[in-house]
């Protein structure tokens, strides 16, 4: 596992979406990929890892041309699924479709993000887009020139499979120095 990533972190995060896939049955690759918005050469060679430590093992499934797989019982008991009840957001559908296009603009995202049960808007997909531009995730590729062309973005900072969100902070202002004179420790650390 030289060549892929050893963060603790996403390494759990696949690990529990594989736990949660496999107590509905055996899964795909594919699936597992397309679960945690992640390449899936990637995932196909971590569940082919995962299998020779004996965390995984292959299920024979008929007329499949797919490996399917699935976490032994005695793994996967007493586990629990901290997404579990967790649902998508909008944010967390468009992060997963930026990942996975090479340049987009906020039309693609929203094409790419809506589905029947969660809505999303060609404008709240630009909105999105402008935050990650301005936190340094994506570049603009082309400028945006009202009411002729919309902007072309390219992803420059893929942190994993948590989308980035805008938190709200209270801190001080002090309007006599034009400042801020306060900011809690749990902001900064």
Sequence with gaps: MSWRTKD????DYIWRKAQALSRSG????QQLSADVGMDVKYVGTLCLDWEKEG???????????H???QVPEHLNRDQIDVEEGRRDTPQDRMWRVIRKLGSFDARDIAMFANSPDLAVSERAAAEFCRMLCRSGYLRVLRKEQP?????????VKNTGPRAPRARRLSVIWDENLGT???????VTS
């Design 8 to 11: 603790p972190e996403r390494l």
């Design 26 to 29: 055996p899964f795909t690759y």
């Design 55 to 65: 965390r995984l093992q292959r299920v024979p499934v008929e007329q499949s041309m």
């Design 67 to 69: 490996v399917h797989m």
């Design 147 to 155: 009411g002729k062309k919309i902007a072309v973005y390219q992803l």
């Design 180 to 186: 801020i004179a306060h900011v809690p420790a749990e």
